[in-house]
């Protein structure tokens, strides 16, 4: 028995002595996991144990089986951090390494067919790579990135226990090591504790916390299997949903559609907290979660008697994507399905700042290309070099301006 695995028997046994209340809410959920106590649940550190620990209560609680290694609710993986971004991570133990934990419980209707629910419950630590903040180290708390898919998949896994949906069994996964490139779901893909071949589908939580007014609620997936568009929009309770078809996208999903299972991702959209240390608890939307959470469990119940779902491959748009020299210094309106390419957020002393540009302009033409959707800008965007001055044309508030801009 390595020592890690040590460290997490012994918190959990430790843990379990103390009395805890036998229902939690998607705040409390979100509050304990986002709390700078864990500091930023960084992969491999004694934080994110901590958060292991957590969640292993939580599904114990609920009434969850384990489902890891050895009969417990961990199943740990070690690698070393890859140096090359274009480098596949190669899963070792050894010296440098890193152990990161994934937390999982399975709830045993005896079943033929099995639902994964997941969602990563990692984050950046005190920053590092992969945080948009510039200003020092500071702790990355992630309450959307991503507290709110594990607390939505908590509320889950206490509704499905209480209620008669006994058309498939149900294998919740918190998966470690999202952050640094989908290594938690893809080590359990390649190393499954139950059989693959009987899983019916997978739903994956990133980001679910940031529901805006108008209700905007972004399904990826949605080609995977032909039922989904039928399901999604038969129990739609009000949502603005944004279907995208392929099965391949930058969350842990993924991994699982390269497995051949029909998938779904649910995600609210970025924001200007997105990988910074401003992304806190008291910024989420509760009611908006718990309306997802609603939703999901509909979806649930209207395939519970269902055969298994047919897979089907779809388009994989990243390969698509066009490489930058250059940015612009925004965030796009990944949730925009108007004209253009909607600004979400703008960068400090950042090439769009300092051309006067503004969160809520739609750019509609960037240079001498047409800009109708993300893809199209994109594509204008590659064409540039550090150095190249252009022009781009906003549309603000119904009125087009054009500026200037230096890349």
Request: proline share 4%; charged share 25%; glycine share 10%.
């Amino acid at each position: 028995m390595n020592r890690t695995f040590l460290y997490i028997v012994t918190f959990i046994f430790l843990s379990c002595k103390t009395e805890k209340p036998q229902s939690f809410s998607i705040a409390e959920d979100v509050g304990f996991l986002a709390n700078d106590s864990l500091l930023g649940r960084e992969t491999g550190t004694a934080q994110e144990l901590m958060a292991a620990g957590y969640l292993q209560e939580r599904m114990h609680v609920v009434g969850l089986q384990p489902k890891g290694k050895a009969g417990t609710y961990f199943q740990t993986f070690s690698f070393k951090p890859k140096n090359d971004p274009h480098q596949e991570v190669k899963y070792t133990a050894g010296d440098s390494t890193i152990t990161g934990t994934n937390v999982m419980g399975y709830l045993d209707n005896q079943a033929d067919k099995t639902v994964i629910i997941g969602a990563h419950y990692d984050h950046l630590g005190m920053g590092g790579e992969g945080s948009l903040y510039r200003d020092g180290v500071a702790i990355h708390n992630g309450a959307d990135d991503n507290a709110s898919g594990v607390a939505v998949m908590l509320q889950l896994a206490d509704s499905l226990a209480k209620r008669a949906y006994k058309g498939n069994n149900y294998l919740f996964m918190a998966f470690s090591g999202e952050e640094m490139g989908l290594l938690g779901s893809n080590y359990f893909a390649k190393n499954p504790t139950i059989d693959l071949s009987k899983t019916n589908y997978m739903i994956n939580m990133d980001m679910v916390g940031r529901l805006r007014e108008d209700k905007t609620l972004s399904v990826s997936g949605t080609g995977t299997a032909p039922i989904w568009p039928q399901v999604l929009n038969s129990t739609n309770p009000g949502f603005k949903l944004v279907l995208q078809e392929s099965g391949v996208g930058p969350s842990d999903h993924t991994s699982f559609y390269l497995q051949d299972i029909p998938v779904l991702h649910f995600f609210t959209g970025q924001h200007e907290d997105y990988h910074k240390p401003t992304d806190d608890s008291e910024k989420l939307n509760y009611e908006g979660m718990e309306m997802i959470t609603s939703y999901i469990l509909d979806v649930i119940a209207e395939l519970d008697d269902a055969p298994k779902l047919t897979f089907k491959k779809t388009k994989n748009e990243s390969e698509e994507v066009p490489r930058f020299k250059v940015a612009l210094g925004v965030v796009p309106d990944y949730l925009f399905d108007g004209k253009g390419m909607r600004i979400d957020g703008v960068s400090e002393d950042k090439p769009a700042q300092k051309a006067g540009l503004q969160k809520g302009d739609v750019v509609v033409q960037l240079g001498d290309s047409l800009v109708t959707d993300m893809m199209s800008y994109m594509r204008a965007l590659s064409t540039f070099e550090e150095g190249n001055s252009s022009k781009v044309i906003v549309d603000r508030d119904g009125e087009k301006i054009e500026v200037a801009i230096t890349f």
